[in-house]
Nanobody, 120 residues
Framework: QVQLVESGGGLVQPGGSLRLSCAVS????????MGWYRQAPGKQRELVAV???????NFADSVKGRFAISRDAAKNTVDLQMNSLKPEDTAVYSC??????????????WGQGTLVTVSS
């Protein structure tokens, strides 16, 4: 069973940086896409960044130019580098993945989420 575990959340001042990491465990034969979503209090969950094919990426307009997403296929991790953080970036950030497991069944999994708080 494929599972995701996030790390790296915490409290940071406005203008600061934070790096989130998501580790994949379990056996799979193909990872179609991985991404980060976030949900702020009282708001719907939204896509932050996604990576597929190892190099193709897409970002929410609100984070373009400030956030970067990268995947290390050898380590089975996907990281989200967040720079120039703003109070409105405060949210629970969750890792997401879609692919095929070792039985060639499609899977879609979510991490448990990690809280990022941007405040002075």
């Amino acid at each position: 069973q494929v599972q995701l575990v996030e790390s790296g959340g915490g409290l940071v001042q406005p203008g600061g940086s934070l790096r989130l990491s998501c580790a994949v465990s379990g056996e799979f034969v193909k990872m179609n896409r991985m991404g980060w979503y976030r949900q702020a209090p009282g708001k719907q969950r939204e896509l932050v960044a996604v990576i597929w094919g190892g190099v193709s990426t897409n970002f929410a307009d609100s984070v373009k130019g400030r956030f970067a997403i990268s995947r290390d296929a050898a380590k089975n991790t996907v990281d989200l580098q967040m720079n120039s953080l703003k109070p409105e970036d405060t949210a629970v950030y969750s890792c997401h993945a879609k692919g095929k497991d070792d039985a060639f069944r499609n899977f879609e999994v979510w991490g448990q989420g990690t809280l990022v708080t941007v405040s002075s």
